[in-house]
């Protein structure tokens, strides 16, 4: 009998966030799967859990997938967890969920924190209808991807880093309108969270004077 696949959505940065069952869930699986083990070393410690701990990040996540899914179909039982947030949102995951699926192995993804719903809400902006474009290719398909988002009409969801926040503002103010509404979040759920809107313009001369910390979420009105 095969095992089963878990995903567990760890906290975005307030502890607190956490949920009983993700909780108890890392407590029962015979292994634990995570994007980096000391970023996840502290939060297991923290809830009393005691498991053994593999990396599965994006540099060997193609050679770890079969592994994992021998294991699962010895009947071991696996959670995922990521750095922050739920797995394969902009972290490592998919091709494992791919091939457990591919594999009829039984997959259970629990609710919990991701950091663009947070984002989106506070931003202000239409959350009726969104799309959730994650990081912008760095080099090759930039521009083409830029392109394509002109004539988006619906808000614009992206992940950006903090040193190319303000070059990423920029270009978008070259493809959308410096006029443009939006917000930029970080540090979501943390001591200094700080969401700012207004234009695309205006957001990005606040940043060019203020801390670039941490993760940061950027909103963008649609056409």
């Known amino acids: 009998m095969s095992g089963k696949l878990f995903l567990v959505p760890t906290p975005i940065g307030n502890l607190e966030d956490m949920t009983f069952r993700a909780v108890r869930i890392l ?7 995570a994007e980096d083990t000391r970023t996840s070393a502290p939060l297991l410690k923290h809830f009393g859990i005691d498991k053994k701990i593999f990396s599965h990040h994006q540099h ?10 021998r294991f699962l179909k010895e009947g071991k039982q696996i ?26 192995i039984p997959l259970e993804c629990l609710p919990g924190p991701t950091a663009f719903v947070p984002a989106l809400v506070d931003s202000g902006l239409a959350a009726d209808r969104f ?15 830029m392109k394509e988002l002109t004539n988006e009409t619906r808000t614009m969801i992206f992940y950006e880093s903090p040193h190319r926040l303000l070059k990423t503002l920029d270009e978008l103010g070259q493809y959308l309108g410096t006029g443009r509404q939006a917000s930029v979040s970080r540090e979501l759920s943390k001591m200094f ?31």
């Open 27 to 33: 407590k029962e699986v015979d292994l634990i799967l």
């Open 60 to 69: 060997n996540e193609h050679k770890s997938v079969t592994e994992v899914i």
């Open 79 to 104: 959670a995922l967890i990521s750095d922050a947030g739920t797995p394969a949102i902009s972290d490592p995951g998919f091709l494992l969920v791919r091939e457990a699926i591919r594999n009829e």
């Open 131 to 145: 799309t959730f474009e994650g990081f912008l290719p760095v080099k090759k398909g930039r521009q083409t991807r």
């Open 193 to 223: 969270e700080e969401t700012v809107r207004g234009t695309l313009e205006e957001i990005k001369l606040y940043f060019e004077t203020h801390t670039l910390k941490g993760e940061i979420v950027i909103c963008v009105a649609g056409k």
